[in-house]
């Protein structure tokens, strides 16, 4: 009769065992598809970043213009 207890144990360890291994690669997963999402979310962001920035420099130089303008049409 121990030897099926001792049997019962291990078969019921392996199952845990099993199912641990098997929460953990669905956990696996969703980190991956997070990773994913994050990764393209760093794109956005960049792309997003680069067009600010070219915005900045024209916005920059059309205020440059507008005070040269300014000074010759309007003298002081």
């Avoid at 953990?24 to 960049?46: T, V």
């Amino acid at each position: 009769m121990s030897n099926r207890t001792e049997n019962h144990t291990i078969k019921l360890l392996q199952e845990m065992r099993a199912e641990m291994k098997d929460r953990f690669n669905a956990i696996d997963e969703k980190f991956d598809a997070i990773d994913e999402k994050f990764s393209d979310l760093n794109l956005r962001l960049d792309g997003m970043s680069h067009i600010m920035t070219l915005m900045a420099g024209h916005s920059h130089g059309l205020d440059a213009r507008v005070e040269r303008l300014e000074k010759i049409v309007l003298p002081d």
